[in-house]
């Protein structure tokens, strides 16, 4: 073992012991365990042949009636959402179209897709398409959840 001022260096794990590293372990420890006693709800995996379409269902299922469906101008002009946009307006959801997105989103898109979420009265939010727009949404509904967060 070499010693370098508050530094050790081990040669069996080649990690650092810091007071700041066993400080972050000690949280990461306590954490997982007060974990076990949280609440977590299981997310609802919809599977099988046209599982996209059920989701209308499920959505009316938690009285949400507007949603914000995130995508991108690409598979916008290829018709891929069109059969679950089809499917939100026949069980009486209303979509609120976001396509502005594009590869690898600036907070000012990110707050933009928030401020429309709102201004719409929108109750939940769809993604669908790339990483990009997965990203998007996740930050946006992150953002309109907990607005005064940064």
Not at 13 to 36: L, T, V
Not at 102 to 123: H, L
Request: charge should be positive.
């Amino acid at each position: 073992m070499r010693i370098a001022g508050e530094n050790a260096i081990s040669e069996r794990g080649g990690i650092m012991f810091q007071p700041k590293y066993a400080a972050y372990r000690i949280f990461q420890f306590c954490f997982y365990k007060a974990s076990k006693f949280l609440y977590w709800p299981a997310p609802k995996l919809i599977t099988g042949e046209d599982s996209v379409l059920r989701l209308p269902e499920e959505i009316a299922r938690h009285g949400v009636t507007r949603v914000l469906f995130v995508t991108d101008s690409n598979l916008l002009s290829i018709g891929l959402p069109d059969a679950l946009l089809g499917a939100l307006n026949a069980a009486g959801i209303r979509c609120t179209l976001f396509d502005a997105v594009m590869p690898n989103p600036r907070t000012d898109m990110i707050e933009q897709a928030a401020k429309v979420y709102a201004r719409e009265g929108c109750g939940a939010l769809i993604a669908m398409g790339g990483g990009s727009v997965i990203d998007t949404a996740k930050v946006a509904a992150a953002r309109v959840a907990l607005p005064k967060k940064s």
